[in-house]
């Protein structure tokens, strides 16, 4: 087996920043034919089919700038509201859950019959290490992560006869946008990094070749798995 893309359509939702920009420049570079989908009227990595939608919104509009055959699928975006959970209100559950999940499920249903038309796809969901790791102030990210995990074993079993793939994989903080306010500071960046047994945070790059790795034929007996990239946070204690 070989990570060879040459042959490949990738759509990557969330292309333009963060770990979904670091994927599609990772897959333009290795020959894939990238298409990314994300409210940013562009996409600044040469190569990559941009097309400007709202996953909340309604996408019965770009339903035929897609292609018919797609051999992967990476859902990248994501959210962090940490609060204390007295302070969450419904509002907050509803967003992420929004975000994380309704907006997975609408792509995963607009592109199904793509995905089928490869024979091979592989669709790669995101999800944190705090949905398994109890992290306070994580109350509703971690819960709408939690159901985008058990989403993918459902689908994975679901769509095995399609041949489609379906993994995750679980981050701890990362150097991305999104996690700029966490990182603002040497002291937060500092205290972040010790928190993590190899003793540093992550970066977009090292969580892009995890999503590469679960598109490639080199995963091609995996399905239904949840990739931990997290610096140990998940199951190493130090002392």
């Known amino acids: 087996m070989n990570s060879n893309f040459s042959n490949k359509t990738i759509l990557v939702v969330g292309g333009t920043s963060g770990i979904g920009h670091a994927i599609c420049k990772e897959l333009i570079e290795q020959g894939a034919t990238v298409f990314s989908l994300s409210r940013r009227d562009s996409n600044d990595v040469e190569g990559v089919n941009h097309i400007q939608a709202n996953v909340?919104?309604?996408?019965n509009p770009i339903a035929g700038m897609l292609p018919s055959k797609l051999d992967g699928l990476v859902y990248a975006p994501g959210s962090i509201n940490l609060k204390?959970?007295?302070?969450?209100?419904?509002?907050?559950f509803l967003q992420d859950f929004e975000i994380n999940v309704i907006g997975a499920v609408k792509i995963l249903q607009l592109t199904l019959n793509s995905l089928k038309s490869s024979g091979e796809a592989s669709v790669v969901l995101f999800s944190t290490v705090a949905a398994k790791t109890g992290m306070g102030f994580h109350a509703s990210v971690a819960a709408s992560k939690s159901a985008i995990e058990g989403l993918s074993i459902s689908l994975a079993a679901e769509y095995s006869q399609a041949k489609i793939r379906v993994n995750v994989i679980a981050p701890s903080l990362t150097d991305t946008p999104l996690?700029?306010?966490?990182?603002?500071?040497?002291?937060?960046?500092m205290a972040s990094d010790k928190r993590h047994p190899l003793g540093r945070i992550g970066n977009s790059e090292e969580i892009?070749?995890?999503?590469?790795?679960?598109?490639?034929?080199?995963?091609?007996?995996?399905?239904?798995?949840?990739?931990?990239?997290?610096?140990?946070?998940?199951?190493?204690?130090?002392?």
């Open 208 to 239: 892009a070749e995890s999503a590469l790795f679960l598109l490639s034929d080199k995963s091609s007996w995996m399905t239904g798995q949840v990739l931990r990239p997290d610096g140990g946070m998940s199951v190493v204690k130090t002392f």
């Open 56 to 59: 909340l919104e309604d996408l």
């Open 179 to 189: 996690a700029a306010a966490l990182l603002s500071t040497d002291e937060k960046r």
């Open 84 to 92: 204390p959970f007295n302070r969450l209100t419904t509002a907050d």
